[in-house]
C-alpha cells in the first residue's frame, strides 16, 4: 500500500470513529474538566483548523466550557447553548466546518455548559 493511501484509509478510519463517538455522546461520562480530546490522545475535531477555516474556542468538544465556533460560513460564530439538560457543543468538524451535537449533562446545564457536580 502506498503512503497517499494509508493517508486515505487513515482519515476515513478516524471520520468512521468520530461518527460512531458522536452517535453515543449521551452516554459518554468524561471527568470534570476533561476533553473528549484528551481522551482520544489529543486528537480532537475541534483542533481542525485547515488554513485557518475553522476555530473553536473552548479547543473543541468540551462540554464543561462554554465556546463558540467560527468557520469560512458564519460571520459572526455558533456558540454553544442550553436546551433543558442538554448542551449543544459547537466544534469543527473534519472537513472544517462548524457543526455540533447534543450531550445530556449529568447535572444539568447553565448558559452554554454542563454544571459540575451539583444538580440545579
Do not use: R
Not at 39 to 52: D, I, K, N, Y
Amino acid at each position: 500500500m502506498k503512503t497517499g493511501e494509508k493517508i486515505v484509509v487513515f482519515v476515513v478510519c478516524l471520520t468512521v470513529f468520530y461518527f460512531i463517538v458522536s452517535l453515543f455522546a449521551d452516554f459518554i461520562v468524561l471527568p470534570t474538566g476533561t476533553t473528549l480530546g484528551a481522551v482520544m490522545g489529543g486528537v480532537t475535531p475541534g483542533t481542525v483548523t485547515q488554513a485557518g477555516v475553522c476555530t473553536d474556542s473552548d479547543g473543541g468538544i468540551n462540554y464543561a466550557v462554554k465556546g463558540t465556533c467560527v468557520d469560512s460560513t458564519t460571520a459572526v460564530g455558533l456558540t454553544d447553548y442550553c436546551e433543558d439538560k442538554y448542551v449543544a457543543e459547537y466544534y469543527c468538524n473534519l472537513d472544517g466546518s462548524c457543526t455540533y451535537t447534543k450531550y445530556a449533562c449529568p447535572y444539568g446545564c447553565y448558559d452554554g455548559s454542563c454544571n459540575e457536580g451539583q444538580l440545579v
